[in-house]
T-cell receptor, first 114, second 114 residues
């Protein structure tokens, strides 16, 4: 069935370095790709999303790139700060389906060391 | 406006008791999801509603789990004869519909079975 693979499961970087999290998806009809950040003890919240009509989107220190041919998309965080430490989830849309229209990856725990 | 609201925020129950968790989605959101998140783990999909209908209940962990949604709005997740392995945070999310839009999460219900 359709699924979203997310790597790595854990990532540790030094403050100021960049962090990259990658996801691949299987449904070629997917056209919406959101990223969620979940801080410890809090709910997941959308930080950035991209639709299939663009290849890249930026918002300050975060950016997402999409390669539809290869069916993968990535989250890039530059100049990481300790407050970026959290679990990040990618997701991909699909057309309806019995499990809804968003499929989530398993998450990446990012630790930014001061 | 109000976001997704879940109640209770915390629930401690004795093994063998039944519990009911409630989710109030954002008004007008037709899609509603339930997820389970164990400590430090990813989002385990439980069930999805489009309107009042849940096409696929196979994500529910056992027949002790059931969910319903009435009036296309409030949803309840019921766990009968709770077990210690049911201890987790139960997250609800809603989105506008079957098209590609952001899912908004509630703050979750932390369930502890003692």
């Amino acid at each position: 069935g359709e699924n979203v693979e997310q790597h790595p499961s854990t990532l540790s970087v030094q403050e100021g370095d960049s962090a990259v999290i990658k996801c691949t998806y299987s449904d070629s009809a997917s056209n919406y790709f959101p990223w969620y950040k979940q801080e410890l003890g809090k709910r997941p919240q959308l930080i950035i999303d991209i639709r299939s009509n663009v290849g890249e989107k930026k918002d300050q220190r975060i950016a997402v790139t999409l390669n539809k041919t290869a069916k993968h998309f990535s989250l890039h965080i530059t100049e990481t700060q300790p407050e970026d430490s959290a679990v990040y989830f990618c997701a991909a849309s699909r057309r309806g389906g019995s499990q809804g229209n968003l499929i989530f990856g398993k998450g990446t725990k990012l630790s930014v060391k001061p | 406006g109000a976001g997704v609201s879940q109640s209770p925020s915390n629930k401690v129950t004795e093994k063998g008791k039944d519990v009911e968790l409630r989710c109030d989605p954002i008004s007008g959101h037709t899609a509603l999801y339930w997820y389970r998140q164990s400590l430090g783990q990813g989002l385990e999909f439980l069930i999805y509603f489009q309107g009042n209908s849940a096409p696929d209940k196979s994500g529910l962990p056992s027949d002790r789990f059931s969910a319903e949604r009435t009036g296309g709005s409030v949803s309840t997740l019921t766990i009968q004869r709770t077990q210690q392995e049911d201890s987790a945070v139960y997250l609800c999310a809603s989105s506008l519909g079957p098209t590609n839009t952001e899912a908004f999460f509630g703050q979750g219900t932390r369930l502890t079975v003692v």
